[in-house]
């Protein structure tokens, strides 16, 4: 879906500069894992009897990437791109009907709506907050590299499960 490059994350650089690009290797790591694919593909879940698929994964980090960015750390109250079906199940992994250029368009905008955000926040002792729990941008930031690395994980079985293809 993506012929972008991964950007190299520094290596030795200010804190903020290290788990930022540490962020975006990650976030390119799953569009490596997207590249090439048709729509079938992406929306195939590849590894039963889990529903995951590529597709879905994308979504779904949209929806991580705008809960943990606008709506915690930012204050916003943004809603859900890929909304409750009407049993209130979250539907980004439903993605069976799912426009995959749509998917990766809001994944795309997300994403540079978090980096803005991050870029924005003065420190990164800034405090966000869901309900009464506070959380800093530096917590936010390991707690999405982790997220994305976990996925990532997800993302390289079902890649190779696809079509055989491994790697980084």
Known sequence: MSDEPRIQP???GDERATLTGLLD???GTLMVKCAGLTDEQLRRKAV?????????????????????FRNVF???D?????????????TEFH????????????WRETCE???AIVAAAESLDAIGRFGEEEYSLRYILGHMI??????????????????GVTGE
């Open 146 to 163: 982790e997220e994305y690395a976990r996925h990532n994980g997800h993302a390289d079985l079902l890649r190779e499960a696809i079509d």
């Open 74 to 76: 930012n204050g916003e």
């Open 48 to 68: 039963t009897p889990s529903g995951l698929s590529l597709l879905g994964l994308v979504r779904h980090l949209a929806e991580v990437e705008r809960g943990w």
């Open 78 to 90: 943004v809603r859900g791109y890929f909304p409750r079906n009407e049993a209130g199940e979250w």
């Open 25 to 27: 290797w990650q976030r």
């Open 95 to 106: 993605v069976e009907d799912a426009d995959p250029a749509e998917s990766f368009r809001i």
């Open 10 to 12: 520094v290596r030795v």
């Open 113 to 115: 709506r978090s980096r």
